[in-house]
């Protein structure tokens, strides 16, 4: 029985990575909230970076290697990741999480040896994969992990002392790299999991146009580097544009459409805090009395965080073969990332007396959300499949 799940485990990765990274993103989050209370744990040991690279690139980082793994083989027609070569991959990505908690115990190069291969290797698989069906190749999303993949090794050369800021600048690549990947993918996913949503006559009312899209990507793109190099008064130009662009861009697929289908509507709630980032990396660039990290969470927990589990929920249901409706605890957890977003950006504007409880209360409920993923799918993703896929 025992052997049995770990063979369907490493059947497909959606199963052994969205599970992992659940489970990852419910430990970290508790060791972070120790070290906030307590300092104590890896997490104090490491500190703010600690943090960061643990979300991005642990957590996050197993959320993009589940959808590559599953996606690109769907959408170009080849053969998936699987057995013994996906079994090693997950090890990959175990070694650097070990790494983690090991902090203030290995030295600074022992660790980015630990965790650097997997995005490289990651990266690696995705161009393959891309490569064997060029005519189809969903390109952005390797290019997006070559940019992780590096964001990830300027990180560690920062740490090791190689590169000064090197640190920041790998968690602030790999942030817009997820930026990216989440306006490239949704422009493919979300329009087309709504219009499904409507009869024939108002499915056309979900609007998807190729220049608003290209749009979108490009003001990612742009406000991406000039965040990188520090320009802040570009900053202050571009990002409204960015906001603007999105906004007009969630709002074309018709939001109100999926209000009865949580599966759907959770990804129209990740997407919109996209103009949310941007309308405060506006309001910081311009000297509003925001810190930078108020934008990051707005990307952070709420747009990745909310995007993860519906993504995660949607996958571990169809590609199980069962029916694609949210279960009921589930339904409820996916508000969680978003609250946990609003609970963190509203703690750096509270009080000093208040914002530990802000930060904890953001912590417990998005570990909340995480754990209830990770409790009712944790069967399904170790089982077998129950009937053919739905459509």
């Given at each position: ?206 609007r998807s146009r190729t220049g608003l899209d290209l749009l979108a990507v490009a003001a990612t793109l742009g406000t991406g580097l000039l965040d990188l190099a520090g320009s802040r008064s570009a900053l202050l130009l571009v990002s409204p544009a960015a906001a603007a662009v999105h906004l007009v861009r969630w709002w074309g697929w018709r939001p109100a459409s999926a209000r009865r289908d949580a599966l759907t509507l959770v990804l129209h709630a990740g997407y ?120």
């Open positions: 029985m025992i052997l049995d799940r770990w063979r369907w485990l490493f059947s497909g990765g959606f199963r052994c990575f969205f599970l992992g990274g659940a489970i990852w993103a419910v430990s970290a989050t508790g060791l972070w909230l120790a070290a906030l209370a307590h300092g104590t744990g890896p997490a104090a040991r490491g500190g703010l970076f600690w943090h960061g690279h643990e979300m991005l690139f642990g957590f996050a980082g197993a959320a993009a290697a589940g959808f590559a793994l599953t996606a690109l083989p769907n959408w170009t027609g080849t053969p998936p990741l699987a057995g013994g070569r996906l079994a090693a991959a997950f090890a990959l990505w175990l070694a650097g999480r070990a790494a983690a908690l090991a902090a203030g115990s290995i030295t600074p190069a022992a660790a980015a040896l630990a965790d650097a291969p997997f995005l490289c290797v990651l990266a690696a698989i995705a161009l393959w994969t891309a490569g064997r069906a060029p005519g189809r190749a969903p390109l952005p999303v390797p290019a997006g992990l070559l940019v992780l993949a590096a964001a990830d090794l300027a990180f560690h050369a920062g740490a090791c002392g190689a590169w000064p800021g090197g640190r920041r600048l790998g968690l602030v690549g790999a942030t817009h790299s997820y930026v990216f990947l989440i306006a490239v993918i949704s422009g493919r996913i979300v329009p087309a999991f709504t219009r499904r949503l409507l009869p024939e006559g108002r499915a056309a009312s979900v919109a805090w996209l103009p949310a980032g941007y309308a405060l990396l506006a309001a910081m660039a311009a000297g509003a009395p925001l810190p930078r990290t108020a934008a990051i969470h707005a990307f952070t927990l709420g747009a990745m965080g909310t995007m993860i589990l519906g993504i995660a929920t949607r996958a571990g249901l169809g590609h199980t073969g069962r029916p694609r409706v949210a279960p009921p605890l589930l339904a409820v957890a996916f508000a969680g990332p978003s609250v946990a977003a609003a609970l963190r950006i509203g703690a750096e504007l509270a009080p000093e007396s208040w914002r530990g409880a802000g930060l904890a209360a953001a912590g417990i409920v998005f570990g909340a959300a995480y754990l209830a993923y990770a409790a009712r799918f944790a069967p399904i993703l170790t089982g077998p499949r129950v009937a053919p896929p739905a459509s």
